[in-house]
């Protein structure tokens, strides 16, 4: 049965450009460091790679999350396929052990303030353009997603020219026993198995996980789950989901799960070309027998994605059967969201991504 469709109230970005307080050091031999003010809660450092602060830089800017939260005010090493670009860094902060403090959201404010900032501060003299694109890797990757997919804006000429991301999770409601991949024979991939664990540490609440900002693949469709009210306690590291509140929602009627539009009617915002890169490991099941994985959470995304640019710009009708799982057929929304298995070594994937890059932009 088709799923009702409905208009998404797009949520926007935290920041006020008049409320951001800035710092910078700059060094001879390393990057140029900007702390950059998240209303009351702190700054956020972005680290300015080979010439990335210079707005007369025609080259093209790459948006750099990395793959894990920022623990101190050191810039994380570069991925090696972008240690000759134009680069910055948002050191973003993200959950803890010790407080809640850096749980989710603090990830996507810290983002948005440093995006802001950004746009506002590197963009070219007037008349003048420059393309951007995101790159992000597993943790790192959810906020690229969310980051492209809201502000890429057509005919931009400071703007996104494209999304990469590496090993993401782009749907984290995957990880709730109620979700239908779980439901599945097939086995979870050990590389999704291990961030299971890692859920109270990261979110303050089940319910966060069903927001769009860290679960992407949102902005196209609800999740039709409930979530539980809490995680389990601090003191079990056995489990992550509380026995008692999993009971209790099992037995409630979970809401109609439907599709939503995104973009959103007459809005400037167009789905950005994407190069989803993935790989679960030398052991992991492929093809249509794997259950939750990097793959199928990268899969998911491109689909929807897909989905979006034939309805959305082509005004072309989708019929989507969530449990058949079927691609669209047109050739120019798989050429411009693609998913891809990078195999085992990092910088394959590196010399993917570059790649891929380079052959969107003159400016690379």
């Given amino acids: 049965?088709?799923?009702?469709?409905?208009?998404?109230?797009?949520?926007?970005?935290?920041?006020?450009?008049?409320?951001?307080?800035?710092?910078?050091?700059?060094?001879?031999?390393?990057?140029?460091?900007?702390?950059?003010?998240?209303?009351t809660a702190g700054h956020v450092s972005v680290h300015l790679f080979n010439g990335a602060h210079d707005a007369r830089n025609r080259h093209a800017l790459v948006i750099h999350l990395p793959s894990s939260p920022a623990v101190d005010?050191?810039?994380?090493?570069?991925?090696?396929?972008?240690?000759?670009?134009?680069?910055?860094?948002?050191?973003?902060?993200?959950g803890g052990v010790a407080s809640r403090e850096l749980h989710w959201?603090?990830?996507?404010?810290?983002?948005?303030?440093?995006?802001?900032?950004?746009?506002?501060?590197?963009?070219?003299?007037?008349?003048?353009?420059?393309?951007?694109?995101?790159?992000?890797?597993?943790?790192g990757a959810s906020l690229a997603a969310s980051l492209?997919?809201?502000?890429?804006?057509?005919?931009?000429k400071f703007g996104i020219r494209g999304l990469v991301a590496y090993n993401g999770i782009y749907n984290w409601t995957m990880f709730m026993p109620e979700h239908r991949i779980n439901k599945l024979m097939s086995k979870t991939s050990p590389s999704v198995q291990k961030l299971r664990s890692r859920l109270p540490s990261l979110f303050r609440r089940p319910s966060d996980l069903l927001d769009p900002?860290?679960?992407?693949?949102?902005?196209?469709?609800?999740?039709?789950?409930?979530?539980?009210?809490?995680f389990a306690s601090a003191n079990d590291d056995e489990t992550v989901w509380d026995e008692?509140?999993?009971?209790?929602?099992?037995?409630?009627?979970?809401?109609?799960?439907?599709?939503?539009?995104?973009?959103?009617?007459?809005?400037s915002l167009r789905i950005p070309e994407t190069f989803l890169l993935y790989h679960d490991g030398d052991g992991a099941v492929s093809g249509k027998d794997v259950?939750?994985?990097?793959?199928s959470q990268a899969r998911e995304l491109a689909l929807l994605m897909r989905r979006s640019i034939v309805e959305s710009e082509k005004r072309g009708a989708v019929e989507w059967d969530e449990d058949q799982d079927l691609d669209v057929a047109d050739e120019e929304a798989q050429m411009r969201v693609q998913a891809v298995d990078s195999g085992p070594l990092?910088?394959?994937?590196?010399?993917?991504?570059?790649?891929?890059?380079?052959?969107?932009?003159?400016?690379?």
């Fill in 291 to 295: 259950g939750h994985s990097l793959r």
């Fill in 1 to 39: 049965m088709p799923f009702r469709r409905r208009p998404l109230l797009l949520p926007k970005w935290p920041p006020s450009l008049s409320r951001l307080r800035l710092r910078a050091w700059s060094s001879r031999c390393g990057p140029e460091r900007v702390d950059i003010r998240c209303g």
């Fill in 244 to 267: 008692e509140e999993q009971s209790a929602t099992v037995s409630l009627k979970p809401p109609r799960k439907s599709l939503t539009v995104f973009p959103p009617p007459k809005s």
């Fill in 148 to 156: 492209a997919l809201t502000e890429t804006h057509a005919d931009a």
């Fill in 105 to 139: 959201p603090t990830p996507v404010h810290e983002t948005s303030f440093a995006f802001a900032w950004l746009y506002a501060n590197l963009a070219p003299p007037a008349n003048a353009g420059r393309d951007m694109f995101v790159f992000g890797s597993h943790l």
């Fill in 346 to 364: 990092a910088d394959d994937a590196g010399f993917m991504a570059l790649e891929w890059m380079r052959e969107r932009t003159d400016a690379m």
């Fill in 213 to 230: 900002f860290a679960s992407p693949s949102l902005f196209f469709h609800s999740p039709g789950l409930l979530a539980p009210r809490w």
């Fill in 73 to 94: 005010d050191t810039a994380s090493p570069l991925p090696t396929f972008l240690e000759h670009l134009p680069v910055a860094q948002i050191n973003y902060r993200w």
